[in-house]
């Protein structure tokens, strides 16, 4: 049976369309426009928006978290670290109850590098200890192995680890030569994949820019933007994922006021609750008005700016930021940068789905996936809006709050 979503203000991932209503036919959009036909399931949206299925640029995940997106309207999640076989990737596309994902499996390390600190801190509170040792490379033949094995088990993209720790608690991390880091990306490059660099310092970022990466999946947190590095990125056509609410977190707030807004804090378990309730507090000399400035600075440059909240598991040590629900914090935060609302719900949607390849959803058009979010108001012109969900379509199957 075909469904037609009608009278609804119809944000298609790029503008607000003049069409008021929506037609799925099994996973895909079939019309924009278009008069329900006779015997069709009709969902009546007034006074609500229907957007495209969000997508959370950056996580780390699992079938828990996946799911959780999927409560809040993300129905994709972009991970920048973690591993799925092929089946299980198989069986979440299938699996309309949770959220799809994007991996870019296993990240270019340095040995004793960023994340093994966060590991061992992970470790401390596990019984037994004795956590995962992630692989790791030093030289420029490893790091072209390491690029060549991630995409022969179906990464999606590369990830690059730039982090010596300063403002992550831990300075003086082991780093991989620059050398290394040009062989993995040119390796990637040449296998068709993108490389997105974890880049929280400025001279991180440089050296980013300088091995030729796609994408940021931070912003540098440690000093204000300048000109230089505003121009650098802009010019390399380098698109950025500031995860504002990770970095806040990192300064030492919480997720306390998301949640307590009703909308949020009643669907959450209470492992998810506390984590949300926490903070990361690497770095405390943060100030997240220069960061905001810097989203602001890229963006009138006209960086591609995703949304991003590297929600990961719900553990204390990583806290003020949870899957799906952060993602509405972000865009919030967003519009706080200087982008408009609606400029802050294509970061969530058509951007990351055009950078990231996506072509089959990000956007409300015949022939895309039916991912779905229909809220109540105007999120367009009001951003915190996008809380207040009403349905949710992932390949045309429907949940409602």
């Known amino acids: 049976m075909s469904t037609f979503i009608t009278n609804v203000r119809l944000f298609d991932g790029e503008h607000v369309r003049s069409e008021q209503t929506v037609g799925i036919e099994g996973t895909k959009i079939v019309s924009l426009g278009q008069n329900p036909p006779s015997g069709a399931e009709v969902v009546d949206g007034r006074g609500g928006t229907l957007l495209p299925g969000l997508i959370d640029g950056h996580v780390h995940t699992s079938l828990d978290g996946l799911r959780l997106a999927r409560v809040f309207g993300v129905t994709t999640e972009l991970e920048m670290q973690g591993y799925w076989t092929p089946q299980q990737r198989k069986e979440i596309n299938e699996n309309d109850d949770i959220a799809d994902v994007r991996s870019a499996l296993l990240a270019l390390m340095a040995k004793d590098g960023h994340p093994h600190e966060l590991i061992a801190e992970l470790d401390e509170h596990r019984p037994g200890g004795g956590g995962w040792t992630p692989p790791s490379v030093s030289t420029p033949d490893e790091a072209v192995a390491h690029v060549q094995a991630m995409a022969a088990q179906g990464a999606d993209y590369i990830k690059v680890m730039i982090e010596e720790g300063t403002v992550m608690g831990h300075p003086g991390l082991p780093l991989i030569s620059t050398e290394a880091l040009k062989a993995g990306v040119a390796e990637a490059h040449r296998l068709g994949k993108k490389v997105i660099a974890h880049a929280m310092t400025l001279a991180a970022t440089e050296q980013a820019v300088e091995v030729g990466v796609d994408g940021l999946a931070h912003l540098f947190i440690d000093r204000a933007h300048t000109e230089e590095i505003v121009t650098a990125i802009a010019d390399a056509g380098i698109f950025v994922t500031p995860c504002l609410v990770i970095s806040s977190s990192v300064m030492g707030a919480t997720g306390q006021g998301l949640a307590d807004d009703p909308r949020v804090g009643p669907k959450l378990p209470q492992q998810w609750l506390a984590t949300l309730r926490g903070t990361f507090n690497k770095y405390p000399d943060g100030i997240l008005n220069q960061v905001l400035a810097s989203v602001a600075a890229l963006h009138s440059a006209g960086v591609d700016i995703i949304a991003g909240t ?78 207040s969900i009403r349905a949710i379509w992932r390949r045309g199957a429907v949940s409602t709050d």
């Open 310 to 387: 590297d929600a990961s598991i719900p553990v204390p040590a990583h806290g003020g930021v949870v899957h799906g629900a952060s993602v509405h914090h972000e865009l919030q935060l967003l519009v706080e940068a200087g982008l408009t609302p609606l400029e802050a719900l294509r970061a969530a949607t058509s951007v990351p789905a055009r950078r990231f390849g996506l072509d089959d959803r990000g956007r409300i058009a015949p022939g895309a996936r039916a991912d779905l979010v229909l809220v109540d108001g105007d999120p367009t012109t009001r951003v915190q809006d996008s809380l």
